[in-house]
């Protein structure tokens, strides 16, 4: 597998949101981009089939995941 480089800009904030997350999961921050391409590739797929993606909290009130 070959692999190829790119170069990311990012805000202060959202650097400083995927080093929070790298630690919280002990990830790289390649490993967390990575991770977090897969889960949207997921969603989208999901999304593209025509279901609906909830979020359900500990009362079992249901939010709906829209995206844009």
Known sequence: M?????TL???PAEMDAIEELCE???L???ALL???????QV???RIDAGEKIFFEDKKKAKSELMLL
């Open 9 to 11: 800009n990012l805000s």
């Open 43 to 45: 969603i989208e797929a």
């Open 34 to 40: 990575r991770q977090c391409l897969r889960l949207y």
């Open 2 to 6: 070959s692999k190829r480089t790119m």
């Open 24 to 26: 919280k999961k002990q």
């Open 28 to 30: 790289t921050k390649t």
